[in-house]
């Protein structure tokens, strides 16, 4: 190697290390942090303890909130998932003019529809429908705001899908329950599989919408939660925020590594011509 | 067992495109019946119409004396094999088999019996375990007949069965579809764009473009005896020359030639004519009238090759001559028709005249 070569070599070397440092303090943070007696927003070697923990556990709203996000996140998951794939598969297979148009037309309203500009009508809205402080309600928001998106991915993604499985399924007898049923869903499942986990973590980390809709502290999801953490003198409470966050950051974990192994994320639908 | 029975069929398009125009067609039982044609004529929409996946515009549709027409696919008892075969690539080979007993609710005994009964006829009992993707090609059509034959239909549509396979395999699959054809029984309709297919495989072969049939008959007689100049032009391995002649004093000028019109064929002088003969059908000739021309190109064949002759009025003849014959290039060679073998085409409306049949 020539020195040019190799003071290439280097800078490529220390370029790399700086920008992986930079995501991984975070992380590193988040793995120490929650172990050490007197932890700070620096790294450094935890001095072991689990007492922060036990602080958590005893919190009266930290473990609810989790649970709140569960409810959340399941909630707009499912409407979200399994309006998007009815709704895809209809807008994959039948003619309506204008289709595209519309595809577009919905998912550049739904920036705004449940982006800031939409925040008081929404509030107002569900004011008068008395669907304050509801965590399905809030839920079905949330839903609403990722349909369009999760409809044009779901529909890109069925269009890849051949009609003549379905075709043939149709010649072998079979009625509109049994082709989606016994042949669309399964095909397309690595493109749901897809959604659902995508759903799941924007539910999950949304804030403004809980944050808005759900006035009552019991109600909160962890996302909301997370920014009340305060001890008396309004500084962040480091005892409860290392562990709590690592706790919220578990279940978006957990849900990707379990439909990456049992589905896949695959964007193929699965045919050999 | 039902034969099939169109009538007055046209299948239109939300576009406008007539795919099927005005067809009528009468498939008898059992028959191994061919819907050829260039890409774009209506055959595989004609067929998509029989299995009820396109819905008709006008005109009836009947199997086994049944109307059909307005019937959902699943209920006409027709069976088909997709061009890509559609075999579910989230189910096994046994579970692909027995689909269609278990859209019927069938018991998972009555399954698994049908799935090993059809899979062992057609070589397929090893794989019954296996997902589509782990399959070759021919075992993958296979497995999609076997889907087919365990409906226990009472017709099969094949759309064009062998285009995904190679070229070698594919006549190994060309003799199996018509064995299992045969010992089935069953009425099939196929749709090909490859004439050695059709001639191969059929019984019967409807030759089509534009959505309307241009020819119905058997493979001998579209080979021999095309009825007009599309037909002519699209079946054959080799190009049919078609060659512009006039009727004059009983004889017909073709290229130089003065060749005799097939018998029963009585034209008054000066009638434009297109003269039809296969490059398989011309000889060369020593002493006998025949066209005459310079050999410009030679192309091997294999057993024979093909010769083009450049003709008086920059007219090209192809002429099939056996692989020991061969001219060379520049030669002169005279090309005579063998007996009965000449057909001629009105010039204006490019039918065959005289009758299309043959005697067998």
């Not at chain 1, 303890?49 to 707009?76: E, K, M, R």
């Not at chain 1, 794939?85 to 577009?104: E, F, K, M, N, Q």
């Not at chain 2, 859209?103 to 899979?119: D, K, L, N």
């Amino acid at each position: 190697m020539t020195p040019r070569q190799v003071l290439r070599r280097t800078g490529y070397v220390a370029f790399m290390a700086a920008v992986l440092a930079f995501f991984a303090v975070p992380m590193l943070w988040l793995a120490s942090a929650p172990f050490d007696s007197d932890p700070g927003l620096g790294l450094a070697w935890p001095d072991w303890t689990l007492h922060n923990w036990q602080v958590t556990f005893d919190h009266p709203y930290a473990l609810g909130s989790l649970l709140n996000s569960i409810v959340l996140g399941v909630v707009a998951t499912a409407v979200a998932t399994v309006l998007a794939t009815l709704a895809a598969y209809a807008l994959s297979r039948v003619r309506i003019p204008g289709r595209d148009a519309l595809l577009y037309l919905l998912l550049l309203l739904s920036s705004v529809v449940t982006g800031t500009a939409a925040m008081v009508p929404i509030f107002v809205m569900m004011f008068q429908l008395g669907l304050i402080n509801s965590q399905y309600a809030t839920g079905l928001v949330i839903a609403g705001g990722m349909l369009p998106a999760a409809i044009f991915i779901l529909k890109d993604f069925i269009d890849s899908v051949p009609r003549s499985y379905e075709e043939s399924a149709r010649v072998f007898g079979a009625s509109p329950t049994q082709v989606l049923l016994h042949v669309v869903l399964p095909v397309a499942r690595p493109g749901i599989a897809t959604i659902t986990v995508w759903a799941f973590v924007q539910a999950w980390g949304n804030f403004l919408l809980p944050f808005l809709l759900l006035r009552d502290v019991e109600e909160q999801p962890a996302a909301v939660l997370l920014t009340t953490l305060k001890d008396e003198g309004g500084s962040a409470n480091l005892t409860v925020i290392p562990v709590f966050s690592l706790l919220y950051a578990v279940p978006v974990v957990a849900l990707y590594l379990f439909v990456s192994k049992r589905y896949g994320f695959r964007f193929h639908g699965g045919i050999k011509a | 067992m039902a034969g099939i029975e169109l009538t007055d069929l046209s299948t239109v398009y939300p576009n406008g495109v007539r795919a099927v125009d005005d067809l009528s067609l009468s498939i008898a039982d059992g028959e191994f019946f061919a819907l050829l044609g260039p890409s774009g004529c209506g055959k595989t929409t004609l067929l998509r119409t029989i299995a009820g996946l396109e819905q008709a515009s006008s005109g009836t549709v009947e199997i086994g004396s049944v109307d059909v027409t307005r019937d959902e696919p699943g209920r006409r008892r027709v069976a088909m094999v997709f061009q890509d075969y559609a075999l579910f690539p989230h189910m096994t080979v046994a579970q692909n088999i027995a689909y269609p007993l278990r859209v019927r609710r069938a018991s998972r005994t009555a399954q698994q019996e049908a799935a090993v009964r059809t899979s062992s006829g057609l070589g397929l009992a090893e794989l019954l375990e296996r997902r589509p993707n782990q399959l070759s090609g021919g075992q993958q059509q296979r497995v999609a007949l076997a889907r087919a034959v365990a409906m226990e239909a009472d017709v099969l549509l094949l759309d064009e069965p062998l285009s995904n396979l190679d070229a070698r395999l594919r006549l190994e699959a060309r003799t199996f579809l018509k064995r299992l054809q045969r010992e089935l029984g069953l009425t099939t309709v196929f749709v090909t764009h490859d004439q050695a297919e059709a001639l191969a495989l059929a019984d019967r072969i409807a030759v089509m473009s534009e959505g309307r049939i241009r020819q119905l008959g058997s493979p001998k007689e579209v080979f021999q005896r095309p009825a007009n100049t599309f037909v002519a032009n699209f079946i054959g391995s080799t190009p049919m020359n078609l060659l512009p002649g006039v009727v004059n004093g009983g004889l017909v000028d073709v290229a130089g030639a003065r060749l005799k019109p097939p018998s029963g064929v009585d034209l008054a002088d000066g009638t434009q004519v297109t003269a039809g003969i296969r490059p398989e059908y011309l000889h060369a000739a020593t002493g006998e009238e025949g066209i005459t021309g310079t050999v410009s190109i030679v192309e091997n064949l294999g057993v024979t090759s093909l010769v083009t002759l450049e003709c008086p009025g920059e007219v090209m003849v192809g002429v099939t001559v056996p692989e020991q014959e061969e001219p060379a290039v520049g030669a002169t060679v005279t090309a005579a028709p063998d007996p009965g073998r000449l057909l001629l085409y009105d010039g204006e409306t490019e039918e065959l005249l005289g009758e299309a049949k043959v005697a067998d």
